[in-house]
Nanobody, 125 residues
Framework: QVKLVQSGGGLVQAGGSLKLSCAAS??????MSWFRQAPGPRYEFVAV????????YYADFVKGRFTISRDNAKNTVYLQMNNLKPEDTAVYYC????????????????????WGQGAQVTVSS
């Protein structure tokens, strides 16, 4: 069946690194993205990449620290997180869509039809 399965996450000290993975099955997705949710109801855009890798966008607060990539042979998207800060603490979700929704749409969580189960990332000070 169509699903996204995440791995990674955990507890790390400030300045440390973590790598998240999200493996898709059942479909090939164009847009593959990462969102995060701190305590509260809102999803915050982190990064997105399209199928060919020609479009990559990051939220301002992660530029220079996080890197999104994908391996289409494995149908997997990754988020390498370096120089983590306590304010990065959140549940991180991968999200995917069959179509590329454009630059603005790709950063809008309500437009994504498929979601991973989430992974807790906790950064201690």
């Amino acid at each position: 069946q169509v699903k996204l399965v995440q791995s990674g996450g955990g507890l790390v000290q400030a300045g440390g690194s973590l790598k998240l993975s999200c493996a898709a099955s059942g479909r090939t997705f164009n847009a593959m993205s990462w969102f995060r949710q701190a305590p509260g109801p809102r999803y915050e855009f982190v990064a997105v990449i399209n199928l060919s890798g020609s479009h990559i966008y990051y939220a301002d607060f992660v530029k220079g620290r996080f890197t999104i990539s994908r391996d289409n042979a494995k149908n997997t998207v990754y988020l390498q997180m370096n120089n983590l800060k306590p304010e990065d603490t959140a549940v991180y979700y991968c999200a995917a869509d069959l179509q590329w929704p454009g630059a603005t749409g790709a950063a809008t969580h309500t437009l994504y039809d498929y979601w991973g189960q989430g992974a807790q990332v906790t950064v201690s000070s």
